[in-house]
């Protein structure tokens, strides 16, 4: 792996091992094996279980703001992306932006995610953002029924389209805020053909 300057006079350390001088060893880097979910009235793929070096990696680029990270997280989405052919879809639609964290961070991780795994592709899809019709509690603080509770009617689709969608969200734990998105979208009349998660958290709660 290429070594830049910046690496040798600041390096830093891999997420995963905690050896220098990258922010993440391309031995670090795992494998994604793509499964099915079941329990939703529509496709569900995940690409990972939500614990190791991929829960690791993504609590690096979400909450450590490491924005190195999105390169190869968003080879990761790709890889999980082409089980379902984006192009074959007019949209990815991603979830509404939780405003407080996206005032901490200063981007929106599954937005950035789509749009870095879909680079290169002959006919890329457009990537929407879902929009708020509420604030929203930070999920991760909340049990299962709370967080059906608080994203309930909570999304709506703006933009106009003309054929089926994919949904994508980087860490399912209960599934409300897909569902919530799967709602929104055949709410404005558009059909959900497939859905996407980059990692798959089994919910404590």
Excluded: W
């Excluded at 708020?132 to 299962?144: F, I, N, P, V």
């Excluded at 996407?196 to 709660?205: D, G, N, P, Q, Y």
Aim: charged share 25%; net charge positive; aromatic share 4%.
């Amino acid at each position: 792996m290429h070594i830049s300057l910046l690496d040798i006079v600041f390096p830093a350390a891999c997420i995963v091992c905690d050896i220098k001088p990258k922010p993440l060893c391309r031995t670090c880097v795992p494998i994604a094996s793509v499964s099915e979910l079941q329990g939703f009235d529509f496709p569900v793929l995940a690409g990972f279980r939500h614990e190791g070096a991929i829960e690791k990696i993504i609590a690096g680029y979400k909450d450590q703001q490491l924005v190195s990270l999105e390169k190869p997280l968003g080879e990761l989405v790709a890889e999980v992306l082409k089980e379902v052919g984006p192009s074959q879809f007019s949209a990815i639609i991603t979830p509404a932006r939780n405003q407080k964290n996206y005032r901490k961070r200063g981007f929106d991780p599954a937005n950035r995610l789509v749009k870095r795994a879909i680079r290169g592709l002959a006919k890329p899809p457009k990537v929407i953002s879902l929009s708020s019709t509420r604030k929203l509690e930070d999920q991760r603080r909340l049990g299962r029924l709370e967080r059906a509770r608080n994203v309930a009617a909570s999304m709506r689709l703006d933009s106009k389209l003309s054929g089926p969608v994919v949904l994508f969200d980087d860490v399912l734990t209960t599934g409300s805020t897909l569902r919530e998105m799967a709602r929104a979208c055949r709410a404005a009349g558009v059909e959900v053909g497939a859905s996407c998660v980059l990692a798959e958290r089994i919910s404590i709660f």
